[in-house]
């Protein structure tokens, strides 16, 4: 494992501009401990990527929750267990969401587009080309592309122990790749990677870059994240590695408050980054 100190971090992104920039944001982030949708943060979110996009970069957004939501609007008392119920709430909750997205985004005079991905699209490669040649032609026209996994589809991202995807986090980079992008950003609910679980000893301390991902850095990582969400660091990782071979920086970072958008464009310290190779 190769660490670099805090004093050395963003500083080739500076005055970001013309990048092509991925944003994954976790089910903990657009859902309170009610499983309700949290407005607020949906609608910062909004507004900081639509800033991040008037600076002069191509955003594209990954986001979770939609079974989460979906159970929440279908009042059910505990999260499906069963593959049709999860299915039922991931449509229900796909519609709320877009919905939300679609409202708040236009506050800011943005026009979004959903797509909604499995397994299947990324390996065939007519289903990846077209893929591909969708999302450059919504980014050119400065439309903001809203990814999720098709959960109300998809048995295996569903009922999958070893998920493909992992709450969108390793969907968020296979997204970043296809698109050549610059910069993926992972936004959790935790600050960055720690060298010890900060929720089990008080001591751990945020690493603030990371050079090289091996096998010492993966024995650092800890299970899954938090109730709402499936995701952990180790998918995180996971995701972060992926990056790295094709030379794509990635940051994990705290997105309870999506503000920290205009913190990262302008270079600060923030989080943890996975430094492209």
């Given at each position: 494992m190769h660490i670099c100190?805090?004093?050395?971090?963003?500083?080739?992104?500076?005055?970001?501009?013309n990048?092509?920039?991925?944003?994954?944001?976790?089910?903990?982030?657009?859902?309170?401990?009610?499983?309700?949708?949290?407005?607020?943060?949906?609608?910062?979110?909004?507004?900081?990527?639509?800033?991040?996009?008037?600076?002069?970069?191509?955003?594209?957004?990954?986001?979770s929750g939609a079974i989460a939501?979906?159970?929440?609007?279908?009042?059910?008392?505990?999260r499906p267990q069963s593959v049709r119920m999860k299915q039922a709430a991931a449509a229900v909750g796909q519609c709320e969401n877009m919905f939300l997205y679609d409202k708040f985004f236009g506050y800011y005079n943005k026009t979004v587009a959903q797509i909604l991905l499995n397994a299947e699209d990324i390996a065939q490669e007519v289903k990846k080309e077209n893929l591909t040649n969708t999302f450059n032609a919504l980014l050119e026209q400065k439309i903001?592309?809203?990814?999720?996994?098709?959960?109300?589809?998809?048995?295996?991202?569903?009922?999958?122990?070893?998920?493909?995807?992992?709450?969108?986090?390793?969907?968020?980079?296979?997204v970043?790749?296809?698109?050549?992008?610059?910069?993926l950003i992972?936004?959790?609910?935790?600050?960055?990677?720690?060298?010890?679980?900060?929720?089990?000893?008080?001591?751990?301390?945020?690493?603030?870059?990371?050079?090289?991902?091996?096998?010492?850095?993966?024995?650092?990582?800890?299970?899954?994240?938090?109730?709402r969400g499936t995701g952990g660091m180790r998918t995180k990782l996971g995701a972060a590695d992926l990056c790295a071979a094709q030379g794509i920086d990635t940051i994990v970072t705290n997105g309870k408050d999506p503000s920290v958008l205009y913190r990262i464009m302008q270079g600060e310290k923030v989080g943890t980054l996975f430094v492209g190779k």
């Open positions: 100190g805090p004093d050395i971090f963003l500083q080739e992104y500076i005055n970001v501009k990048r092509r920039i991925v944003v994954k944001v976790g089910t903990s982030t657009l859902t309170n401990e009610l499983g309700n949708s949290n407005l607020y943060t949906m609608e910062r979110l909004a507004m900081a990527l639509a800033d991040v996009q008037n600076m002069g970069n191509e955003v594209i957004l990954v986001s939501v979906g159970a929440n609007k279908m009042h059910l008392t505990e903001i592309p809203i990814v999720n996994e098709n959960d109300s589809v998809s048995y295996t991202e569903i009922e999958s122990k070893d998920r493909l995807f992992g709450d969108n986090d390793m969907l968020s980079a296979v970043a790749v296809l698109c050549q992008a610059d910069l992972i936004l959790s609910d935790i600050d960055g990677f720690y060298d010890k679980d900060p929720r089990l000893y008080k001591d751990a301390k945020l690493i603030g870059r990371i050079e090289t991902i091996d096998e010492s850095v993966y024995e650092l990582a800890g299970g899954a994240g938090s109730r």
